[in-house]
Structure formats: C-alpha cells, structure tokens
C-alpha cells in the first residue's frame, strides 16, 4: 500500500518568506508526527498529533512555526518568516493507535532551503 | 527519556554479521530499546523494539542485557544495502508522558563493505 507521502520534495525560499509543507500519512493512521533533520545529525521532533488535536507540540522551536491536521489526515506544517537556520529536511511520520508498540513509519522528507 | 551512547560508526563485510552496540545506563524500568535505520536519503525505519527479552525479527535480532544498561543489535547476515545510519532510542511505554515522540541521537554509521 501507498507509505506516507510529503510535498514538495524540495523548498527553496529567500529569508522572510512563508512555507507550508504538506503531509499525507498512510490511510488509516490517527497518529502523526513532524521532524526535522539537519545535515549530520538525528531527527529532531516538533509536533505529534493524535488525530485533528496536538498531543505534544514541545518540539516547536518558537512561534513562527505552527502545524494543523483539520480532519485528522493530511497535515501541514506552516513556517512564517523564515531564517536561514530553518534550512533542514523536513520529516512526517504516522503509526496506527492501536499498536502498542507505535512503530513509525516515515515520509521522505521535504528538503527546506532558505537564501 | 533516557539517553543512549553509540559509536559513530562501524564497518562490516558483506555476509558478515554487524553488531551494532547501545549504551542507555541511565534507562528506566518503563522504557523501552528502539532500534530505527536510515538510509542516505530516505526517512528513518523502524527495525526492532525490546523491554527485557531478546528479541528477533525478518530483520535483525536485538540482545538486552539483564540489567539493560546496554543493548545489541545484530544484522546476521550484512549486505551492501545495510549501510545506513542507525539509531539506537529509548522511550517510554504507551502511556508515558513523552510516549509519542521518538529522540533521535546521532546515530552509528555502518558501511558494508564487498
């Protein structure tokens, strides 16, 4: 079946502009996450949804960003003003609830560049 | 959640088994071991998960010590396609405060090598 899916694959943005990258989680999953990922390092989390509500938005590094999920699938996450240092690949991962386990399963990402 | 030590990489020859070591001595007793992989370009996979018992999958096996201040993931048999970042990642059980999110270090790269 069809994994999750994000769009754009690739950004480019200048410095003060606004950017949504969108998510499409697997048909099904009440879960979904955003991550974000510089060069050499690990996912870094953001927000986790649990259907249309936030269930943790503690990884939001301030309030230029802001992500929603109206109708508990698709989700885009909302970035105003961007600085260079928001120059990262984007991740969207959903997992099932009921899994005890709650494996994730990951998009491709979103490559986010700002001049 | 607890955090986890890796080196930062490994080599392994083709048809080799890899054993990727983890470090979480600071680990509790609600906390699970997740082992998630990502190869160049793509986004994270999830691999194996644990709490006491060695566990094992199609994918790979995962030993726990008895005091599970440490842990090893074992590919038995590495190929070429294997080379990847992996991430070893302790969280808590459904229900904990932090269940959701996964905390990501920086990983070990294993190079497979013909």
């Known amino acids: 079946g069809a994994g999750v899916s994000q769009t754009p694959s690739n950004k480019v943005t200048e410095k003060g502009k606004y950017v949504e990258l969108r998510c499409d989680p697997i048909s099904g999953h009440t879960a979904l996450y955003w991550y974000r990922q510089s060069l050499g390092q690990g996912p870094e989390f953001l927000i986790y949804f649990q259907g249309t509500g936030a269930a943790d938005d503690s990884g939001l590094p301030n309030d230029r960003f802001f992500a929603v999920r109206p109708e508990g699938s698709v989700s885009t996450l909302k970035i105003q003003r961007t600085e260079r240092g928001d120059s990262a690949v984007y991740l969207c991962?959903?997992?099932?609830?009921?899994?005890?386990?709650?494996?994730?399963?990951f998009g491709p990402g979103t490559r986010l560049t700002v001049l | 959640d607890a955090k986890t030590t890796q080196p930062p990489s490994m080599d392994c020859a083709e048809g080799r088994a890899a054993n990727l070591p983890c470090n979480h001595s600071?680990?509790?007793?609600?906390?699970?071991v997740y082992w998630y992989r990502q190869i160049h370009s793509q986004g994270p996979q999830y691999i194996i998960h644990g709490l006491k018992n060695n566990e094992t999958n199609e994918m790979a096996s995962l030993i726990i010590t008895e005091d599970r201040k440490s842990s090893t993931l074992i590919l038995p048999h590495a190929t070429l396609r294997d080379t990847a970042v992996y991430y070893c990642?302790?969280?808590?059980?459904?229900?904990?405060?932090?269940?959701?999110?996964?905390?990501f270090g920086q990983g070990t790269i294993l190079t497979v090598h013909p």
């Open positions: 990642i302790v969280r808590n059980l459904p229900g904990g405060t932090s269940y959701g999110k996964l905390t």
């Open positions: 600071t680990i509790s007793g609600n906390e699970y």
């Open positions: 991962a959903s997992s099932p609830r009921d899994r005890d386990y709650n494996e994730q399963f």
